[in-house]
């Protein structure tokens, strides 16, 4: 019986918590640190600001596997993503072992207004042994915690675009 529902237990996984806000304040600075994550299958994906390390937002994953290696001069690497049905977009990501990031305002624009209506995304790269990976993340309670983040971060031009005037 056991084996049973462990062998269902592999087959469909746990759904993944409600993305999760965290905003914190410098105490002497008051300068505002902001993020807000999905967790799904040991994979996180990350939106943050902090104006101190990066002008603002940066989205960024983190997944089980080691990640093929990025160029070496750049330690950037092309990827593509998906949500839902829409179009697959193509995006410059800087790599890390396990993860990888971008920013700017366009990109991070574009990207948010997928994730807000979406129900999952898929992002596609390779692993060190050069084998394709699909990182799927089932996306829950985007659209308040991305509106929230904003809001943390002083992104009023970001949030006007995406959500409409306050």
Do not use: N
Request: glycine residues 6%.
């Amino acid at each position: 019986m056991f084996l049973v529902a462990l062998a269902l237990a592999a087959i469909d996984p746990p759904p993944p918590r409600p993305m999760a806000v965290e905003v914190a304040r410098d105490t002497i600075s008051d300068a505002v640190k902001a993020s807000a994550t999905i967790l799904d299958a040991g994979q996180r994906l990350t939106l943050a600001c902090d104006p101190q390390d990066f002008g603002g937002i940066r989205v960024s994953f983190t997944s089980s596997r080691w990640l093929a290696r990025p160029s070496f001069v750049t330690r950037e690497r092309p990827m593509v993503y998906r949500f839902d049905s829409d179009q697959p977009e193509r995006q410059v990501w800087v790599m890390r072992d396990r993860g990888a990031f971008f920013g700017g305002r366009d990109r991070v624009g574009r990207f948010l207004r997928g994730l807000i209506t979406a129900e999952q995304l898929v992002i596609r790269t390779r692993d060190v042994e050069d084998h394709p990976v699909d990182l799927t993340f089932r996306i829950s309670g985007a659209y308040p915690a991305v509106r929230e983040l904003l809001e943390a971060c002083g992104e009023s031009e970001l949030r006007r675009r995406l959500y409409g005037p306050a």
